[in-house]
């Protein structure tokens, strides 16, 4: 690729070749001065908070279990936290358009009891698969997750499932409401590939995900992922442009040797409703920082 800029009398070459593009997909507080996330929300509560912006799985093992991807940098953050003592941890995914099916399902293993329901899939022929936590997962700390209106697909399920179980809050606007599976299969007439949908998915508790179920069959009224009772945080229209513009700052990574910007509650009503939740629970389990 030859590029020109401005001071440089000749054009500049590059040389690219392809590659997978390694996407980080679990952000934490702020970035320090190697430009590595922090995860502690509230220190003296030992409360964590992970952004995660997208489920990917890379590099399978034997056992279908991903090497690298967004499982994979979560476990590494909870562990981080825990050197220290971790009570609770805010999973955030709002703007979480979804991802891979398999990424979500072994998210939550993370989190509930060996044998529990993650999600099952129906397809429109064929068997019905349950995929089940296949590992105990750890219950030792509180956990709030934060959906909204772009919360969609395998953060549905994550939501959906944590909240099922009662593992987690459920904390913000009610989700994206898509609760449908994709495919891509080979198209031979053509060399190419087809991509479309073969399923719906239902949480633990059966209940609808798909909004487009409900204009397909006006019996059903419910879809999305609805927050708990008594925590729905609605914005309106400034605020929401004002969370966009400071949502998109933490997304900056700084210049050598500066810290990046910080996530902070007082600029999000949202994520303040998920800490005062967290340092409620935390306090009624005696835990709570002096």
Same mark, same amino acid.
């Given at each position: ?16 070749? %392809? ?12 970035? +320090? ?8 929300? +509230? ?12 489920? @990917? ?23 981080? =936290? ?11 995914? %709002? *703007? ?19 044998? !529990? ?11 019905? %698969? ?25 953060? *549905? @399920? ?19 409401? #898509? ?20 399923? %719906? ?24 992922? #609805? ?12 605020? =929401?442009? +004002? ?5 998109? +700052? ?15 509650? !007082? ?10 939740? =967290? ?12």
């Amino acid at each position: 690729v030859m590029v020109q800029r401005e001071g440089l009398k000749e054009p500049k070459e590059f040389k690219i070749f %392809r590659n997978f593009v390694m996407v980080e997909t679990v952000h934490g507080v702020q970035r +320090d001065k190697n430009a590595d996330w922090t995860f502690y929300l +509230d220190e003296k509560n030992k409360i964590g908070y992970v952004h995660i912006t997208q489920f @990917i799985a890379i590099d399978l093992d034997e056992d279908g279990r991903e090497e690298f991807g967004t499982v994979t940098d979560l476990k590494k953050a909870i562990a981080q =936290l825990k050197k220290t003592g971790l009570n609770g941890l805010i999973i955030d995914l %709002r *703007e979480n358009p979804g991802g891979y099916l398999s990424s979500a399902w072994h998210l939550c293993e993370l989190f509930i009891d060996r044998g !529990e329901k993650v999600v099952t899939v129906k397809p429109r022929a064929g068997a019905v %698969r349950e995929y089940k936590a296949e590992a105990a997962g750890d219950k030792s700390f509180e956990i709030v997750v934060l959906v909204n209106g772009n919360s969609a697909s395998a953060s *549905e @399920i994550v939501a959906a499932c944590l909240q099922d179980h009662a593992r987690a809050t459920v904390v913000g606007e009610r989700s994206y409401g #898509k609760g449908s599976v994709q495919d891509v299969r080979e198209f031979s007439p053509t060399g190419g590939q087809l991509k479309y949908t073969i399923a %719906r998915y239902y949480p633990p508790s059966g209940r609808n995900i798909d909004k487009l179920a409900t204009e397909q069959d006006p019996t059903i009224k419910e879809w999305g992922v #609805k927050p708990d009772a008594g925590f729905e945080v609605k914005l309106s229209s400034e605020e =929401l442009n +004002d969370w966009y513009e400071y949502a998109q +700052d933490l997304l900056v990574i700084p210049p050598p040797g500066k810290p990046g910007a910080k996530v902070t509650p !007082e600029k999000d009503k949202q994520l303040a409703k998920a800490l005062e939740q =967290l340092r409620d629970l935390i306090k009624a389990s005696g835990k709570a920082g002096k």
